[in-house]
């Protein structure tokens, strides 16, 4: 299967390069960068820290499209929309990580599903995507006697908040619930906030040093707390989820799929 990396150089990008230059199932057929970036011309494989390969890296999005069965694109929101017409323009699979779309980019993202297989996941983790099919039970077993938290913390550089996890995390909640989030959620507190509304969905955001993501849902009740944790210790549980939904990919038609649908889960 033929594979190419966009953002190459990026956190996720050079990861990425690695996972798919150690499986047997995929070969890396192209990697590009901002065309800003100090990088271009350089090997991909030697700058994620991998062997030498025969490539360099651009910018040339386009060629990489033409030549690809799929792309993985873990970058910004802009950049990732561009790289969904490319998809539908040339049939390629897309394989979306980048988190922080607004509803009407998020709407745009979806809609190229007609044309393409577009695969989006905030997470690429196994054991969040479990967290999140956890949360939505808890969600519905304790409904709104339990006031529901999600606690996240990453390292410094991350640019979105709350983490597209924990929007998913609490999406998932409010479905268990059987309720919007965007009705409920409440995003930021500062200064006199009153008392906590019943049945709202809170998030508070730590950042910081080098971490790579901490998920906590918390369910907490007059005299008990439930917390449901996932930490992630290693970016390559991002990587080899990317890689897989890339495989998965040709077995599939157009359409727009996420982690539940290669996974199973409900
Ligand atoms: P990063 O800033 O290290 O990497 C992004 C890369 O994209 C940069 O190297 C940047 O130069 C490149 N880029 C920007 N414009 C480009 C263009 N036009 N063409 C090609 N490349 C371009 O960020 P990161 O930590 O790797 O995260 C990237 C995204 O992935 C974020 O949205 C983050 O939240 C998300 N993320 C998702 C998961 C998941 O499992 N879904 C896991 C980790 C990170």
């Known amino acids: 299967m033929k594979i190419g990396i966009v953002g190459c150089a990026g956190r996720m990008g050079q990861m990425l390069i690695k996972e798919v230059l150690g499986n047997p199932r995929a070969t890396l057929i192209g990697a590009t960068e901002a065309p800003n970036s100090t990088v271009l011309g350089h090997d991909p494989g030697l700058l994620a820290g991998g062997v030498a390969t025969d490539l360099k890296i651009t910018e040339d999005a386009k060629t990489l499209f033409a030549n690809a069965d799929a792309v993985i694109d873990f970058t910004a929101p802009k950049v990732t929309l561009m790289h969904a017409k490319l998809a539908a323009d040339n049939f390629t699979a897309l394989i979306v990580g980048t988190t922080g779309f607004e509803p009407d980019q998020q709407t745009q993202l979806e809609a190229f599903g007609a044309n393409a297989f577009i695969f989006q996941a905030a997470n690429f983790s196994v054991g969040v995507n479990l967290l999140m099919g956890l949360s939505e039970q808890v969600g519905s077993l304790l409904g709104n006697d339990y006031d529901a938290e999600i606690l996240e913390m990453h390292h410094k550089n991350k640019v979105d908040a709350p983490s597209g996890t924990a929007l998913a995390l609490g999406k998932a909640v409010a479905k ?16 006199i906030t009153g008392a906590r509304t019943p049945g709202d969905i809170g998030f508070a955001t730590l950042r910081g040093g080098a971490v790579i993501g901490d998920h906590t849902v918390m369910f907490a009740a007059d005299g008990e707390r439930v917390e449901l944790t996932h930490k992630a210790s290693d970016r390559t549980i991002y990587s080899a989820g990317a890689v897989r939904a890339a495989i998965w990919s040709q077995s599939q038609g157009n359409g727009f799929f996420g982690m539940r649908h290669m996974l199973g889960f409900n």
């Open 176 to 191: 268990g619930r059987g309720v919007d989030l965007d009705a409920v959620s409440k995003r930021v507190r500062d200064g």
